[in-house]
Each structure stands twice: as C-alpha cells, then as structure tokens.
C-alpha cells in the first residue's frame, strides 16, 4: 500500500461498500501482523471461526453485532472489541458498517 504511506487520510474513505458483499483491503501486512479494514452490507457477516492471536475490531462507519464465545456485543462507529486467541467469533452487519482489524502475530 505504498500509495497511502505518509499521507493524512480518512480512514472509512479507504473502502467502499458494494451490495450484498464483504469487502476488504489489507493495509498494512508484516510477519508481525496485519491491518485491514473491511465493508459490509446490511445482513452480510463472518460465520463463527476462531484466530490464533488476538484481533481488535474497530468500527469506523455503522453498526455490528460481535458474538464472541456466545456472548454478543453491538459496536458502533467509534467503538472496539478485542477478540481474544482461540475464542469462537462471529460478526452481522446489523447495518451496513466498516472496520479495522488489526491482527498482532506474537
């Protein structure tokens, strides 16, 4: 993502959202980890899965439900969650709504 090193940026403009998808775009990628932001339509999600490392969401535009071992959580713009390692996780577009995830490998 050479094109956007160094530059001010508005993060939710980095995606848009297409109909009936979950779209993505990884901005940063090292051994270390990874930053991507994601788009979902109204109704699309993730189906329950799990990481070997810890990931925290961060929702810049709409409204999601984040089911993390059974519990659920609704975040809005503005708001963030840490999916811990090797947990069951889930994500529902409750509206359409943008994230960040920021995965640390360690």
Do not use: W
Not at 20 to 36: L, M
Not at 70 to 79: F, H, Q, R, S, T
Request: aromatic share 4%; net charge negative.
């Amino acid at each position: 993502m050479e094109d956007i090193k160094g530059k001010v940026l508005k993060t939710a403009d980095l995606i848009e959202y297409q109909d009936g998808s979950v779209v993505s775009r990884e901005i940063i990628r090292k051994d270390t980890g990874t930053v991507t932001i994601f788009a979902f339509d109204k109704g699309e999600g993730l189906s329950e899965h799990t990481a070997p490392f810890d990931a925290m969401v961060q929702i810049i535009d709409g409204k999601a439900e984040i089911t993390i071992s059974g519990n659920k959580n609704v975040l809005e713009a503005g708001e963030m969650i840490i999916m811990p390692a090797n947990e069951p996780h889930a994500l529902t577009a409750l509206e359409k709504y943008k994230m960040v995830l920021t995965m640390i490998r360690s």
